[in-house]
Nanobody, 120 residues
Framework: QVQLVQSGGGLVQPGGSLRLSCAASGFTLDDYAIGWFRQAPGKERERVSCSSVYRTSTYAGSVKGRFTISRDNRKNTVYLQMNSLKPEDTAIYYC??????????????WGQGTQVTVSS
């Protein structure tokens, strides 16, 4: 049974940092692409970052240079390190996978979501 369990998130001041974690079970993370998505109130969901099975990483233009996706295959866990956070980064963040080698916006399995709020 595929499961993605997220942790991290919370309230942070502008310019601060947070790290999100997503622990996978039911499959071997090393064999698949996995990504992070976010959805802010009144906005469409967007893909923030993705790591393919070939270890290529992609980032949305709005977070490039500030966010970093990484994997710990021993822990079957993917992380999203978020630095220099801005109020516009406020959203619910989800990890997700389609259990394919390449990144895709069409994903099947989702984490439970975690709120990130950037505010002074």
């Amino acid at each position: 049974q595929v499961q993605l369990v997220q942790s991290g998130g919370g309230l942070v001041q502008p310019g601060g940092s947070l790290r999100l974690s997503c622990a996978a079970s039911g499959f071997t993370l090393d064999d698949y692409a996995i990504g992070w998505f976010r959805q802010a109130p009144g906005k469409e969901r967007e893909r923030v970052s993705c790591s393919s099975v070939y270890r290529t990483s992609t980032y949305a233009g709005s977070v490039k240079g500030r966010f970093t996706i990484s994997r710990d295959n021993r822990k079957n866990t993917v992380y999203l390190q978020m630095n220099s956070l801005k109020p516009e980064d406020t959203a619910i963040y989800y990890c997700a996978t389609s259990l394919r080698a390449q990144c895709s916006d069409y994903v099947t399995y989702w984490g439970q979501g975690t709120q990130v709020t950037v505010s002074s």
